[in-house]
């Protein structure tokens, strides 16, 4: 079970730190992502890190937002800062075993287990 937290109401340029917890699965032996959807559109991938460490986002999020793990608390971290309006989404956390190639990084398929999502909304 993946459990999200840390969404809200923030400015534009404002900062979020978005959690994902879980039970039963075991991060450091996963690859976790983060995917978002905004309304009315698909969900779509955000950042990802592999269950090496080694991490990668996508080009809309990049150089504002940082994947990060920390194995004692079993918990996955995204750092969103410089956000915009277009950061406004329901974001989700999804789990893999192993280590994900890239070329599955990005596909909602490659994920077995999901979070219920938590809402970030930013104001302009």
């Known amino acids: 079970q993946l459990v999200e937290s840390g969404g809200g109401l923030v400015q534009a340029g404002g900062s979020l730190r978005l959690s994902c917890a879980a039970s039963?699965?075991?991060?450091?032996?996963?690859?976790v992502a983060w995917f978002r959807q905004a309304a009315g559109k698909e969900r779509e991938y955000v950042a990802a890190?592999?269950?090496?460490?080694?991490?990668a986002s996508s080009a809309s999020v990049k150089g504002r937002f940082t994947i990060a793990r920390d194995n004692a608390k079993n918990t996955v971290y995204l750092q969103m800062n410089s956000l915009n309006p277009e950061d406004t989404a329901v974001y989700y956390c999804?789990?893999?075993?192993?280590?994900?190639?890239?070329?599955?990084?990005?596909?909602?398929?490659?994920?077995?287990?999901w979070g219920q999502g938590t809402q970030v909304t930013v104001s302009s």
């Open positions: 890190i592999r269950s090496d460490g080694s991490t």
């Open positions: 039963g699965r075991t991060f450091s032996r996963s690859t």
């Open positions: 999804a789990a893999a075993g192993g280590r994900l190639i890239t070329s599955r990084l990005t596909s909602l398929s490659s994920y077995g287990d």
